[in-house]
């Protein structure tokens, strides 16, 4: 049976506009935490980067470590992504649990990754890997769902509505919210890259554990919000989550750039 043209049309415009669906802070999130970055590096990080990525930029360096979840060759890196632990957790809870974790995860891998960087005894395939992985963690730790809940799996099997469509709460993290925004990852990092002075030097000193615990902070925030299976997230959600969301990727980027000088200072 042949379809009529505007049948196949409008089946390809369909097919064509489905949303990407299970990466971590989707494509965008972790390009604008990138962005962020590249303007606090100081020159010398600048060039440093550059003996290493070329003329990869930090952003698009960023989406790397999702890319490979396509090879079934690097299927170990996926739990390198989150850090969950329990809900309703105190900041000492929370500090503790961390202080005693040797599991693979975000945090005991970001801080390995820093280390074997500082190393400057890798050689270049490796540098280059560890520095994507590197870039696209410290993006995904500041994702509130990648420090959520480990019997939800970070939201991951709790169903929401987002404007009428089923999604998981994790992806609406992810995807959803960023994307409803319209913008592009440039477009974006510039409309949010205005920190107070202050704000941006507390953020460049503060330690992992204390980003963590921030992100977990909002996480949990984000839970409670959740009262009932399907619940329907819309313009509300959007109005109430767009500033901490923008927050989240500001304080990433200058996270980030923050570690990469730190990673590369002249010693
Ligand atoms: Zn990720």
Known sequence: MKLPRIIRSLLLIIFLYIPFQGMAWGLLGHRIVGEVADAYLTRHTQKEIFKILGTESVAM?????????????KSNYSPWHYCDFKGG???????????????????TKL?????????????????AMYLRLLIHIVGDVHQPMHVGRAEDQGGNKIKVMWFGVSYNLHSVWDNQLINFQQLSYTEYAKAINHPSEADRLIWSKEPISTWMWGTYQLAEKVYADIKQPDQKLDYRYNY?????????????????????NDIFKKR
């Open 240 to 260: 109430d989550y767009l500033a901490p969301m923008n927050q989240q990727l500001l304080k990433g980027g200058i996270h980030l750039a923050a570690l990469l």
């Open 89 to 107: 957790a105190s900041e000492q809870e929370f500090h503790t649990f961390l202080d005693a974790d040797t599991t693979v995860d975000a945090y």
């Open 61 to 73: 360096a960023s989406n790397w470590a999702d890319f490979i979840k396509s090879d079934p060759s």
């Open 111 to 127: 801080n390995f990754l820093v280390a074997e960087l500082k190393k400057n005894t890798l050689d270049q395939e490796t540098k």
